[in-house]
């Protein structure tokens, strides 16, 4: 079974900057699109970016030019860079096998970790 392990969250000021990284158990992010997803307090948990094996990415409008995926397949892990954050941007923050059109997943979840932007 796959285990995802989410990092790098924590509190940051509004305009701050955070970068989450995500690793899996095993070598099977070059092959899988990957994405991460957050969830806020009392919300419907919502894919954020995506990237696909090919390296394509796909992002939600709402941080469209603020936050960057990218992927280490030699690490096996796949980061999130978070710029200019906003209060609206706190939230849990999860890492997933992404099935590219569809809303689902191929592996559990993890822990997540969770994000705090201050105003």
């Known amino acids: 079974q796959v285990q995802l392990v989410e990092s790098g969250g924590g509190l940051v000021q509004a305009g701050g900057s955070l970068r989450l990284s995500c690793t899996a158990s095993?070598?099977?992010?070059?092959?899988?699109?990957v994405a991460w997803y957050r969830q806020a307090p009392g919300k419907q948990r919502q894919l954020v970016a995506g990237i696909r094996s090919d390296g394509t990415t796909n992002y939600a409008d709402s941080v469209k030019g603020r936050f960057t995926i990218s992927r280490d397949n030699a690490k096996n892990t796949v980061h999130l860079q978070m710029n200019s954050l906003k209060p609206e941007d706190t939230a849990v923050y999860f890492c997933?096998?992404?099935?590219?059109?569809?809303?689902?997943?191929?592996?559990?979840w993890g822990q997540g970790t969770q994000v705090t932007v201050s105003s």
């Open positions: 997933n096998l992404w099935l590219y059109g569809t809303t689902l997943v191929l592996a559990s």
């Open positions: 095993g070598s099977i992010f070059s092959t899988n699109d």
